[in-house]
């Protein structure tokens, strides 16, 4: 069975530091575009940082450029987020998401077949 988990969630003062990692397992993770929806309280979902395992692309939303980045450790199924200098509005369940076909520039949640089950992220003083 195709599955992705997430963990590294949690809490953390604005300015701090938080990494998410995306283990995927039950499928063949070659060619996949892979990353980061997030989705705040009344807001829709967005994405936020993609990559192609291949490693030919990368993607970041505007809003995160500069302070994330996304990378995936060789040889593994593993796929991490740095978030550097977070902000409070940076707080969201944060969902990774992995599709052999779908775009990655820019991302479209739709577009997306397999999910994890999200890992809250909350930056609050």
Not at 36 to 61: C, H, I, N
Request: glycine residues 12%; contains cysteine.
């Amino acid at each position: 069975e195709a599955q992705l988990v997430e963990s590294g969630g949690g809490l953390v003062q604005p300015g701090g530091s938080l990494r998410l990692t995306c283990e995927a397992s039950g499928f063949i993770f070659h060619r996949y575009a892979v990353g980061w929806f997030r989705q705040a309280p009344g807001k829709d979902r967005e994405g936020v940082a993609f990559l192609a395992t291949d490693g030919m692309y990368t993607y970041y939303s505007e809003s995160v450029e500069g302070r994330f980045t996304i990378s995936i450790e060789p040889g593994k199924r593993t796929v991490h987020l740095q978030m550097d200098n977070l902000k409070p509005e940076d707080t969201a369940i944060y969902y990774c998401a992995a599709d052999a076909y779908a775009e990655i520039d820019p991302p479209t949640p739709a577009q997306y077949d397999l999910w994890g089950q999200g890992t809250q992220v909350t930056v609050s003083s």
